[in-house]
């Protein structure tokens, strides 16, 4: 099973950044895909609010819908301690969100961790 750990969310001005980071441990070879979803409260973790996502075995990234995230957000991995960052510039107040990172496996279910929170202030 894998373990995911989120860290690098706060408070911080429009324009801002911040870098969130998704530590996976465990059976980290058994992971197929990670990545991100941000969730405002009443909304649901699926595609529509999809930040980012990597395929482990062979880092292609792919960017969620939202035009603003790719051009303002990027994702990247540091395979010697199997953590995917995103890092996230020119925040606005609508990046406000909690971000999950999520691990989906080659077989089984989802893997998500606790989420951390992002706060853009205006």
């Known amino acids: 099973q894998v373990q995911l750990v989120e860290s690098g969310g706060g408070l911080v001005q429009t324009g801002g950044s911040l870098r969130l980071a998704c530590a996976a441990s465990g059976r980290t070879s058994d992971i197929h895909t990670l990545g991100w979803f941000r969730q405002e409260p009443g909304e649901s973790r699926d595609e529509a609010n999809l930040?980012?996502?990597?395929?482990?075995?062979?880092?292609?990234?792919?960017?969620g819908h939202d035009d603003s995230v790719k051009d303002r957000f990027t994702m990247y991995k540091d395979n010697t301690k199997d953590t995917v960052y995103l890092q996230m510039d020119r925040l606005k107040p609508e990046d406000t969100a909690r971000y999950h990172c999520?691990?989906?496996?080659?077989?089984?279910?989802?893997?998500w961790g606790q989420g951390t929170q992002v706060t853009v202030s205006s």
């Open positions: 999520y691990a989906d496996p080659h077989n089984g279910p989802r893997t």
């Open positions: 930040v980012a996502r990597i395929t482990w075995s062979n880092g292609r990234i792919d960017y």
